[in-house]
């Protein structure tokens, strides 16, 4: 499924940390380098108009429970976070 996205923790709809909603959950994502091309894809996926930063916060403030995507890479052009190059939680923890 798609899930749905929201940004938390971040003082708008259009600023904070990224999440998607799956299974009933929401879950954090994970990015090796989170960085303009996947903010960009996030920001056009909310209708928050052209990404202006791509926020990497340190280890201790990028939040606790589930983990929804790892290893997230766009090309910049996706249409939705969905369609870029991730893995599920649950094959890498399965593979891991």
């Known amino acids: 499924s798609?899930?749905?996205?929201?940004?938390?923790?971040?003082g708008s709809r259009c600023a904070g940390r990224v999440e998607i909603f799956q299974r009933g959950t929401?879950?954090?994502?994970?990015?090796?380098?989170?960085d303009m091309q996947e903010a960009s894809v996030v920001?056009?996926?909310l209708r928050c108009g052209e990404a202006e930063t791509a926020y990497n916060p340190p280890k201790a403030e990028r939040g606790t429970g589930p983990v929804g995507l790892r290893g997230v890479r766009c090309a910049g052009h996706e249409a939705?976070?969905?369609?870029?190059?991730?893995?599920l939680a649950e094959s890498a923890l399965a593979a891991g």
Request: hydrophobic letters at 35%.
């Open 2 to 10: 798609s899930g749905s996205l929201r940004l938390v923790g971040g």
């Open 26 to 34: 929401w879950g954090r994502v994970l990015a090796e380098q989170w």
């Open 43 to 45: 920001c056009r996926q």
């Open 80 to 87: 939705s976070l969905s369609l870029c190059n991730t893995s």
